[in-house]
């Protein structure tokens, strides 16, 4: 990998991703109800969607793109289903 002038950006980018990940990580695990816990979920499967394409970035690849893809529509159907499950439960 050649130096060039967005490596400086997509590391700051890495870094700010990786607090948010952690943040997000330790939310789900102390969240108070699991509306948190669902939240926090979805949040970390953004954030990995922005690690993907930070990455496909830096590497000049779009063939992540497809991964950014499925991993939405597993977030959506998870998402769905878990809100589902918790609205019957009630």
């Known amino acids: 990998m050649e130096s060039t002038f967005i490596n400086i950006p997509l590391l700051i980018i890495f ?4 607090l948010a990940f952690i943040l997000a990580f330790v939310r789900m695990l102390k969240g108070p109800e ?3 816990r669902i939240v926090s979920m979805d949040l970390i499967s953004s954030v990995t969607m922005a690690f993907v394409l930070s990455y496909s970035i830096l590497v ?3 063939i992540y793109f497809d991964i950014v893809i499925v991993i939405s529509l597993i977030s959506f159907i998870g998402t769905v289903a878990v809100s589902t499950y918790l609205k019957q439960k009630k």
Not at 15 to 18: N, P, S, V
């Open 60 to 62: 000049n690849k779009a």
């Open 15 to 18: 870094g700010m991703l990786l």
């Open 34 to 36: 699991t509306s948190d």
